[in-house]
């Protein structure tokens, strides 16, 4: 891969393989025989790899853009917390929690999904234009499921524990089996 402040190479070569240097040890077919073309590349170029700190910043950031600039984040999060709390308030057991947290975290990627693909859209040009519109409408598509599947979730949990903790059924009825 070419990055931005190299100079465009003049022919087409792998991005794997570089010519050798002074000090790279010799080829190990004689000259004039061709290499394997299907040996592993010798030598992999690792520029432009971020480090665990960078990277941890950079989510970081991705999600305070998200939180500041789509107010349908922040408004998946304040109904994450408000049924999390619930759980914790009405006693969820771990299995429940486990399943509260996967769906909700669902909804909070889809939603970072969603922030990226309509900020990549307005970036490129028109957002409006049809295909641009066909990516932002999509995006909004998944956003949607994960929040029936995260609703789904939350509901069957919820309700499952209230209706024990008010007595709404006799729980020996699925304890005799």
Same mark, same amino acid.
């Given at each position: 891969m070419i990055r931005p402040? @190299?100079? !465009?190479?003049?022919?087409?070569q792998s991005p794997h393989r570089r010519d050798p240097g002074p000090d790279d040890p010799p080829p190990l077919a004689?000259? *004039?025989? @061709? @290499?394997?073309?299907?040996?592993?590349? !010798?030598?992999?170029a690792r520029a432009g790899r971020r480090t665990l700190r960078e990277k941890l910043?950079?989510? =970081?950031?991705?999600?305070?853009?998200?939180?500041? *600039?789509?107010?349908?984040?922040?408004?998946?999060?304040?109904?994450?917390v408000l049924v999390l709390l619930t759980a914790?308030?009405?006693?969820?057991p771990a299995v429940g929690w486990c399943m509260l947290v996967v769906g909700?975290?669902?909804?909070?990627?889809?939603?970072? #999904?969603?922030? !990226?693909?309509? #900020?990549?859209?307005?970036?490129?040009?028109?957002? @409006?234009?049809?295909? =641009?519109?066909?990516?932002?409408?999509? !995006?909004?598509? *998944?956003v949607l499921v994960a929040v029936v599947i995260?609703?789904?979730?939350?509901? #069957?949990? =919820?309700? =499952?524990?209230l209706g024990d903790y008010l007595g709404w059924w006799d729980r020996s009825m699925w304890d005799a089996r």
């Open positions: 402040d @190299e100079a !465009a190479p003049t022919s087409v004689p000259a *004039g025989v @061709e @290499e394997d073309p299907f040996a592993p590349p !010798a030598w992999i910043v950079a989510g =970081l950031l991705g999600i305070k853009h998200a939180v500041r *600039g789509d107010s349908s984040f922040f408004a998946h999060g304040y109904r994450a914790g308030m009405i006693g969820v909700l975290g669902l909804v909070l990627i889809a939603e970072l #999904t969603h922030s !990226a693909v309509d #900020t990549l859209a307005r970036a490129i040009g028109d957002p @409006e234009e049809p295909r =641009l519109r066909m990516a932002r409408d999509i !995006a909004a598509a *998944g995260s609703a789904a979730i939350s509901i #069957t949990v =919820l309700t =499952l524990k």
